[in-house]
T-cell receptor, first 114, second 112 residues
Framework: SQQGEEDPQALSIQEGENATMNCSYK?????LQWYRQNSGRGLVHLIL?????REKHSGRLRVTLDTSKKSSSLLITASRAADTASYFC??????????????FGRGTQLTVWP | DSGVTQTPKHLITATGQRVTLRCSPR?????VYWYQQSLDQGLQFLIH???????AKGNILERFSAQQFPDLHSELNLSSLELGDSALYFC???????????FGQGTRLTVV
């Protein structure tokens, strides 16, 4: 399977702490994307990192990519209760990717306690 | 708001029936993708359309079909519905050279 796998499956932290989620995948990729999903709602695109990039920042988000280890991490700094959601990594892993043909992992359920 | 609109939000129907889910992509996006999210299978890519043409099929059943119209909106048709088809169905759109795919809020289908 080309699917990414997130780790841990669930993470519970206090507000203000940092949250780190990891993703491993199996095949070569063009890019890797992270999404957030609040319970039963739509997926929100957080960040895309291309295979030739090693690190990317967006606000309180920091994403790293290690293509030699086929892994990525998502760091959320100074977490808030509103960050409570499921977080998914998605890889395209398809030649000639058009950004939306994605393979998703099972996600990490993040709970941030006030 | 992602700019991708899906209707209806909820759908309850009986086994054996047929339903149509509708998606309007973000303005200017030519690609539309359909996904199914269920508890046991997770998020699965179903099918991709680009500017009216089918580009790729994923784990889409033969009972399911889709199309993209000249105005770029797309419809996913699910027929001979079974209990196991109950799931969240998402549509996403993207632009060439963009920064990712953008998902609608989904249609929750319940087959009873």
């Amino acid at each position: 399977s080309q699917q990414g796998e997130e780790d841990p499956q669930a993470l519970s932290i206090q507000e203000g702490e940092n949250a780190t989620m990891n993703c491993s995948y199996k095949t070569s990729i063009n890019n890797l994307q992270w999404y957030r999903q609040n319970s039963g709602r739509g997926l929100v695109h957080l960040i895309l990192i291309r295979s030739n990039e090693r690190e990317k920042h967006s606000g309180r988000l920091r994403v790293t990519l290690d293509t030699s280890k086929k892994s990525s991490s998502l760091l959320i700094t100074a977490s808030r209760a509103a960050d409570t959601a499921s977080y998914f990594c998605a890889t395209d892993a398809v030649r000639g990717s058009t950004l939306g043909r994605l393979y998703f992992g099972r996600g990490t359920q993040l709970t941030v306690w006030p | 708001d992602s700019g991708v609109t899906q209707t209806p939000k909820h759908l309850i129907t009986a086994t054996g029936q047929r339903v149509t889910l509708r998606c309007s992509p973000r303005s200017g996006d030519l690609s539309v993708y359909w996904y199914q999210q269920s508890l046991d299978q997770g998020l699965q890519f179903l099918i991709h359309y680009y500017n009216g043409e089918e580009r790729a099929k994923g784990n889409i059943l033969e009972r399911f079909s889709a199309q993209q119209f000249p105005d770029l909106h797309s419809e996913l048709n699910l027929s001979s519905l079974e209990l196991g088809d109950s799931a969240l169905y998402f549509c996403a759109s993207s632009a060439m050279g963009g920064e990712g795919a953008f998902f609608g809020q989904g249609t929750r289908l319940t087959v009873v």
